[in-house]
């Protein structure tokens, strides 16, 4: 298991899946342990995943300050992150919770980034955020759901700030765009991956400077892919299409059945939308002929 050091001198670790071009991966939760992005459906494929535990999370060290554990203070390690794979630039992809700190990522280090992947993303660094009523409109597509029932009343409470912990098992089929036997593996993986401390950090007061934020991404000159699942509350379509708008070279995908986690969903749609994606920010870099060896999609 490789290590590097962060700026504070906090040992982090990271994993890899894959061969080929590097794609620099963030995990949500916020603050989960690598291990349940998998091999991003199939995307292992096509690209070389280096996956970071973020600090106290999976295999990395817990910090000595638990102060670090704010989003826009783990912008260093990513950028140390980058120094310790000897890469220029990168490609950057982020689930969920990630993307804030992916956009943070790319607003204090422009220049590092050659593309930016967000899967199902939150974008409060953008200053956009999920409201309750945006959950409980994501919620009312599953109404035929035989769970429905069942799972409704604790999700509403989840958004509603009154949810106990019976009330996050119940309510993880609205996560998932089909609740089955691979979902429900899935979801019992969660035991053990989240820093509760830090994820209570993470979007703490300070993180974000939207404004700021904005205002470089409006001047990016760099190729944004958007994923949203159509099932997924947060973000609902509509909302990443918003996201989207805020970037000059954007693109956005929503993939049909998928939920929060379309590598489960909707696995082909989702590898086959990514590494298009980054053939083509390839292609705009004067790289990705198509003969460097990759497999393709469809091939």
Not at 123 to 141: C, Q, S, Y
Not at 266 to 278: C, V
Request: with cysteine; aromatic share 8%.
């Amino acid at each position: 298991m490789p290590t590097f050091s962060a700026p504070d001198g906090t040992r982090l670790a990271h994993h890899t899946r894959g061969e080929g071009e590097p794609l620099l991966c963030l995990p949500g939760g916020p603050m989960r342990a690598s291990a349940y992005l998998g091999d991003f459906g199939g995307l292992a494929r096509y690209r070389r995943l280096c996956l970071l535990d973020l600090r106290g999370t999976g295999d990395s060290e817990l910090p000595a300050d638990p102060a670090t554990y704010r989003c826009d203070r783990q912008v260093e390690d990513v950028e140390a992150f980058r120094a310790h794979l000897g890469l220029d630039r990168v490609d950057l992809l982020a689930h969920s919770a990630g993307c804030d700190l992916a956009l943070l990522y790319a607003v204090r280090h422009p220049e590092r980034v050659r593309s930016l992947t967000m899967v199902t993303g939150r974008a409060r660094a953008l200053g956009v955020d999920f409201t309750p009523e945006h959950r409980l409109e994501g919620a009312a597509l599953r109404k035929a759901e035989p769970w429905f029932e069942s799972a409704h009343d604790a999700y509403t409470r989840l958004w509603d700030g009154t949810a106990t912990d019976a009330d996050w098992d119940l309510a993880l089929p609205f996560f998932y765009g089909r609740w089955d036997a691979a979902a429900l593996a899935h979801a019992e993986t969660e035991v053990g991956q989240y820093n509760e401390e830090a994820a209570e950090r993470y979007a703490g007061p300070g993180a974000f400077r939207p404004a700021e934020a904005r205002a470089v991404v409006a001047d990016w000159d760099v190729r944004v892919l958007l994923v949203a699942g159509e099932l997924d509350s947060g973000p609902l379509p509509r909302v990443a299409a918003a996201v989207a708008e805020l970037f000059p070279r954007a693109e956005l995908a929503v993939l049909p059945g998928a939920g929060h986690y379309p590598w489960l969903d909707a696995p082909e749609a989702l590898r086959d939308t990514i590494a298009g994606f980054l053939d083509r920010a390839d292609a705009g870099e004067g790289g990705g002929s198509g003969d460097d060896g990759r497999e393709r999609p469809g091939a």
